[in-house]
């Protein structure tokens, strides 16, 4: 059994709410596959008046029809006004009375019926088909199929675009996260689950908490490569609510996914193993809760000249295997270059620069002292003064030394406006 909607609204998310088989006709025509409708609704009268009822609460304008094929429908919902129900077996009988305008035939064809004074369904469907295939061809013999209602073909089904949300309302207000993690698991489950039936992943969840009071509470995690790891999803909403807790009971959940492609990465077999993205990510996530969001990231060089400058950059990047192996490439000839030089000296720095108490002789140390650091200047190379940022409201300028002690240990000593410093050693 098939239905058509002919006329003006949303026939579309009307059509939906019946049946996932649908088609769009023509700008103003949906059909549906009605079949299994009679499980839920009863008769055929019973459908069309479901169907009915729900169109006008939504404000839908629309003839309908059922019949036991789609053409058959989509002839009587656009040759009669309300509801018809075209009996089985019966069709040519109840389309007998429309005018063959409907059927849409070419202008020539058109002007030979006209000439023959075929203006009905009925006075078509009486021709003999022989003779219509021998004179009309083809498109004769199509247009009497429908004209008597036994055109049979399957619709084209018009996907509706999929949305992946999902949403729990709760009974009573729930205060803690333990409770709210076990409804969060059963939506995640059911989300991950639709998403894998249709091949497909997410890289972004979307929490909307309601709040008592008609507040809401608002999150977002965006994941950096896709998954479907709905174990590793609940630890790091967990992890997000335990840092951001919702200011209030939460009396309704909703969850939404982002749909994408899965991604697949082949390693080479002479690149050691990376850890899985998500599993990383929530890695961090367990960093980020212990010593706070702010400190988690990959440093970055700040484009200044003061010394030791970098930031804390929080966003993802990622580099495509054919970068990588450029990379490693560059980083296997600056390896080779280095090894053909021999160095001396390197420095390692201390974080932070330890504070250090400086007696000074003629403008320059002669005595140091500093945590672990202890002794009389033997020798030294020096100042060397940089400075920079002077425009801005964080302006910087120190003094350079490289000293040797009487511990026998060279450290690099410099001064600022703060105070004096040991910025490392010289190994």
């Not at 070419?106 to 009486?126: K, M, N, V, Y």
Request: proline share 8%; charged share 25%; glycine share 8%.
């Amino acid at each position: 059994m098939f239905a058509c909607l002919h006329g003006s609204g949303n026939l579309m998310a009307l059509a939906f709410e019946f049946s996932p088989v649908v088609e769009r006709s023509a700008p103003d025509t949906v059909t549906l596959d009605a079949s299994g409708l009679d499980r839920l609704f009863g008769l055929p009268q019973d459908v069309a008046a479901a169907i009915a009822r729900r169109a006008a609460e939504t404000g839908v304008k629309a003839n309908l029809a059922l019949a036991s094929n789609p053409d058959a429908a989509i002839c009587a919902a656009r040759g009669f006004t309300g509801i018809g129900i075209v009996p089985y077996g019966d069709e040519a009988k109840f389309l007998g009375d429309l005018p063959l305008e409907l059927l849409g035939p070419s202008p020539e064809l058109r002007e030979t019926l006209e000439r023959w004074g075929i203006r009905r369904f009925r006075e078509l469907a009486a021709l003999p088909p022989l003779g219509i295939a021998e004179r009309l061809g083809p498109e004769g013999l199509r247009l009497r199929e429908l004209a008597r209602g036994e055109a049979e073909r399957k619709l084209t089904p018009l996907e509706e675009p999929p949305r992946f949300e999902d949403a729990i309302e709760l009974e009573y207000p729930v205060d803690l996260l333990e409770p709210l993690a076990f409804l969060l698991a059963r939506l995640l489950n059911g989300l991950c689950t639709r998403l894998a039936t249709r091949a497909l992943a997410t890289d972004e969840l979307r929490l909307r908490l309601q709040l008592e009071g008609r507040a809401a509470h608002e999150r977002t995690l965006r994941l950096p490569v896709p998954s479907l790891d709905s174990k590793a999803f609940l630890k790091l909403l967990q992890l997000d609510l335990a840092a951001h807790p919702p200011g209030a009971p939460v009396v309704h959940v909703w969850m939404g996914m982002n749909p994408v492609k899965p991604r697949f990465a082949q390693s080479g077999l002479f690149i050691p193993a990376a850890p899985e993205p998500v599993k990383l990510e929530l890695t961090l996530a367990r960093i980020k809760a212990i010593v706070g969001e702010e400190r988690v990231g990959s440093p970055e060089l700040i484009d200044t000249h003061r010394p030791d400058a970098f930031r804390i950059n929080q966003g993802q990047t990622e580099r495509s295997p054919q970068n990588q192996g450029q990379t490693d490439l560059s980083t296997r000839r600056k390896n080779r270059a280095l090894g053909q030089i021999r160095l001396s000296l390197a420095l390692r720095i201390f974080r932070p620069p330890r504070a250090a108490r400086v007696a000074v002789t003629s403008g320059r140390p002669g005595f140091i002292a500093a945590d672990g650091i202890r002794g009389k200047v033997l020798d030294l190379a020096g100042p060397w003064r940089t400075s920079g940022d002077w425009w801005t409201s964080d302006p910087w300028s120190r003094d350079e030394w490289d000293i040797a002690l009487s511990d026998g240990a060279v450290y690099r000593l410099y001064c600022e406006p703060r105070g004096w410093f040991v910025e490392g050693s010289y190994d």
